[in-house]
Each structure stands twice: as structure tokens, then as C-alpha cells.
């Protein structure tokens, strides 16, 4: 069971200005075969299908726990993309006349709203992600960059406990570089603020599982880090978060049942020495963004009410 925080676990900047491209880049984080919905399920569903677990409780516990924690990666990313799409488009609502829309920081960035704008959706067939516009409310979607809706095929789940842990750690060092990329392809301060911290939150997982598979197998997987080979520490929002509140060192108890996670959670991490610790505690929650409607997405709204009862009740 879940029991689930209304909290983000990290605190989102409000953009730059609307920035539907940089939504779409961010979109591979989230339903990207590397994305975070890709890491949730997959390390989901091999706890569900966890055998032998009086054998390998701890590999059990670490897994349910990262598994867990990556549901919220899915509610920062879809926040970000939610933020990055607010005043995209001109908010108006055809019923009530005109307004500025978007919430957004810089009036300068905003949107040139047009008061009688005759076609309020007319630049979204120009962006990157047209679903964005033609298939949601200007939202977060299950998909990657391309707009290739998310698939269970990105899930592995062997069986195999060795071979599912070296799979994991692949896939986190995958996730990386994706992060990494993403993070160039975009200079705007929420966007960055949160891929810094699931480069931070992705490294825990790429160490946690090295050290699984160190202790199940005494092989010094943790000496191949970091891949990509570049450092956290190069990313500013990332280096902020490690050096300020050591998040590169914490696993947090997603789950008072989760209790051996510090039989593998232990020792130095492998890139700086410091000591490893679990926390018994949820991490620090933060409030989502309270977004208001985009009416313009609701289209047409301006039509005749008459028209309607006329045509109903001629179709009776
Ligand atoms: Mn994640
Ligand atoms: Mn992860």
C-alpha cells in the first residue's frame, strides 16, 4: 500500500518565462525509456515478483525503497513540465473576454497576449510537442521527448536477482546521462533546479545498487563511477544540494517497513568517503504549484447557447 504526501521533494524556482521546447526536452525524463516512470516501474514490479525474500530481505527492502522514492521523481518532472508550459498560450476565456495569462515571474517574458486574439492556439502547432497543446491542457503526458507514449516494454524484470541489480544500475547510469543532457539543453532555473536533484537523488540509486551488487557478489562495482564520467559536483544546483544537505549520502525510510536498507546502505560513498546513512524519515516535502485553468485549451467555448438547445432538441 501507498500512502501518499500532497508534497513535492523538491523545491521548484518558479521558470524563466513559458518555455514549451524546454517542456518537451524535460518530457524524456519523465516517459523517456531512461525516464522516471521507467525506473518506478521497473523497480516496482520486480518487488512485486521479489521471491526468497527471508533470504534477501535487505536487496528486498533497498529495492521497495527506491522503488517508492521514485514516484516522487515522476511528480517533480510532471510539475516542471506543468510550470514550463504555463503561459505558452494567451490565457482567455472566449465566454468571459480576454486576459493575460500564465502565471509567470517576468512580465517581459510573458506571452504578447492579444485581447481579441483570434486564434489563441495558433503557436502551439509550432512547438516542439504539439500533444502538449492538441491532446491535454497544456500538461505533463506519459511520454518521452518525441512524443512516443511510454511502454511496459521498457520494464525488465528477470527474476534473476544479480542480473535485475546490474540491470538497475545500468539503467541509473542511463537515466544520468539523460539527466545530464537535459540539463544542457536548457538554461531555465526550474527546469535545472530539479534535473540537479535527481542527478543527486539518481546518484544515491546508482550507488545503492553498485553496493548491492558488491555485497552480493564482493565485486568493486562502485570503482567504475562515476558514469557518465563527470561529477554531481559540476552541476551547480546538484553540487548545492550535495554540499549543503549531504543528499548524495541518504537513503530516507519510504517505509516503516523497509528496515535492512542499512545492511547494503553502509561505508563510504565511492566518490567522496563520506559516510552513507539511512534516515528514518521521509525526506523534507515542499508545496506543488497551484497553476490556474488555461480556458483557451477548451475549444470552442464561445458557442451559442441557443445553437445548442436548438440542436438538442431537434436530436431530441
Ligand atoms: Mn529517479
Ligand atoms: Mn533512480
Known sequence: MIFRHDQLSVELPAPNGPDANAAAAVQELLGGKFGEMSTLMNYTFQSFNFRGKAKFRPFYDLLANIATEEYSHIEAVSATINLLLTGTTPRQDRNQGAKTGGTVKDPAKKHKDAPTNPAPLKEAANFRNTSHFFNSSQQALPMDSMGRFWTGENVFCSGNLKLDLLHNFFLECGARAGKSRAYESTDDPCARAMIGYLLVRGGTHIVAYAKALEV????????????????????????????????????????????????????????????????????????WPDLDPEPQLVSPSDIDPAMIKYYSDKLG
Open 216 to 287: 552480493l557478489t564482493g565485486v568493486p562495482v562502485g570503482g567504475l563511477l562515476p558514469i557518465p564520467d563527470v561529477s554531481n559536483r559540476k552541476f551547480p544546483e546538484a553540487r548545492k544540494l550535495e554540499e549543503e544537505q549531504g543528499l548524495h549520502l541518504v537513503q530516507f525510510h519510504q517505509s516503516k517497513d523497509f528496515t535492512q536498507i542499512a545492511k547494503i546502505w553502509n561505508g563510504p560513498h565511492p566518490e567522496d568517503g563520506k559516510p552513507l546513512v539511512v534516515k528514518d524519515e521521509m525526506p523534507p516535502g515542499f508545496p
